[in-house]
């Protein structure tokens, strides 16, 4: 079988394609496939994945296109229509090996994802959602939140780093969910610790995107103590205006958004930042727009996810006074550009010191901090070398292997 998997959205996502490609090439079949992956966080994404799929079948007419993911869990008839559709697979069906072929086809032993290279490796500990902010249709394609157990998580990153991986991202849903629908209702801080006790070998551990209100206390301590936990936090922020986040139905405030960002960078000097931030939010001001710009100003966060406001059918959100587009990608703008030059002030103070570079290319790699860095002689893909910053482009370090 020829297996090719077109990926949109989150690092789940990106997870599900590997093990879906692994499996489906596991199966053995003739036929030519092709798995679109769709997302459905925002209008453009959907878009992006219907245009995949019709020159798809334009252009490989004998392919047979599987189409899953949120956006297709959410209206499967929709995008069976679609031309060219063979099959359309909710998110649980699409990890299931039957669903390639059958379990007989596959063996016995587990496969491992393939990423397309043997360096960073995403391990969902969690899967779904129980809260319903009011602009998220995510619940609805993922169901409510369910969590791996530790015992399987730390099997699966023990098989990777024996594999070759040299780091591992916890990724889902809601991490910061993870554990409370699990015996005891452990906390996602115990399953980072667990992991690194367990899995001496692994040098590198990183999180995805961390509620702020929901961050334990366990997981600080080892943000603060634990150096294999990368010094790197990205945040479901979304918007720094207490009315707006009321009305997207956020657990924290603006003033507990910047204690937490105080806290990580008193426990981790120079640890790196990034938020998710929402433009254009329906019923929001100039005023309050200008609060999360100043947010962004003065937290000095480096790594900026920003999205104009897209309505989602079947959410409270898409039911508000819209603010009109134009406006949403103008502020969206604005945000983007406050975050380019935190990032520019954020690279540069790395000039001249000695960084951790993770080589994903042979002249490029990723610094403990996430930072893109560009190597002035080739390097192994997987190899982990300290390296001394001689430079910085505004997006990214220059810097020579030692």
Not at 335 to 361: D, H, I, M, P
């Amino acid at each position: 079988m020829t297996v090719s998997v077109l990926t949109f959205g989150c690092r789940l996502n990106a997870y599900e394609s590997a093990v879906m490609r692994s499996t489906a090439e596991a199966a053995g079949h003739d036929e030519e496939t092709v798995i679109v992956n769709t997302c459905a966080v925002t209008e453009e994404a959907e878009r992006q994945a219907r245009q995949a799929i019709r020159r798809t079948a334009r252009e490989r007419p004998g392919a047979g296109i599987v189409v899953t993911g949120c956006a297709a869990a959410i209206e499967p008839a929709r995008w069976a229509r679609l031309p060219g559709v063979a099959r359309v697979l909710d998110n649980r069906a699409k990890l299931a090996h039957e669903s390639w072929g059958g379990a007989a086809a596959l063996g016995a032993a587990p496969r491992l994802p393939d990423f397309g290279s043997r360096v960073r490796a995403f391990v969902p500990v969690q899967q779904g959602c129980d809260h319903r902010c009011t602009f998220c249709i995510i619940p609805y394609g993922r169901g409510p939140s369910v969590s791996r157990s530790i015992e399987d998580v730390v099997a699966e990153i023990r098989a990777l780093v024996a594999a070759g991986f040299r780091e591992a991202v916890l990724t889902g849903v809601d991490l910061t969910a993870y554990g409370a629908d699990l015996a005891g209702r452990t906390r996602l801080g115990a399953l980072v610790r667990r992991v690194l006790a367990a899995v001496p070998d692994l040098p590198r551990l990183r999180l995805s995107s961390l509620d702020p209100a929901e961050i334990d206390a366990e997981l600080w301590r080892l943000i603060g103590e634990e150096e294999r936990l990368m010094p790197h936090l990205h945040l479901s922020l979304q918007a720094g205006n207490d009315m707006i986040l009321k009305r997207m139905k956020r657990r924290h405030s603006r003033a507990a958004a910047l204690a937490v960002i105080s806290r990580a960078r008193a426990l981790r000097p120079g640890i790196a930042i990034g938020a998710d931030l929402i433009a254009g939010f329906p019923t929001e001001t100039e005023a309050e727009f200008r609060d999360t710009l100043a947010l962004v100003e003065e937290s000095g966060m480096p790594f900026l996810h920003v999205f104009p406001f897209s309505a989602r059918p079947g959410t409270p959100a898409a039911r508000m006074p819209a603010v009109p587009w134009p406006l949403r990608r103008e502020r969206a703008g604005r945000l983007r550009a406050a975050g380019r030059v935190n990032a520019t002030r954020y690279l540069a103070s790395f000039v001249g010191r000695t960084v951790s570079v993770l080589v994903e290319s042979e002249a490029s790699g990723r610094t403990e901090h996430y930072a893109r860095a560009t190597l002035s002689t080739a390097a192994p893909a997987g190899a982990l070398f300290a390296a001394r910053v001689e430079g910085c482009n505004g997006t990214a370090l220059t810097a020579a292997l030692l």
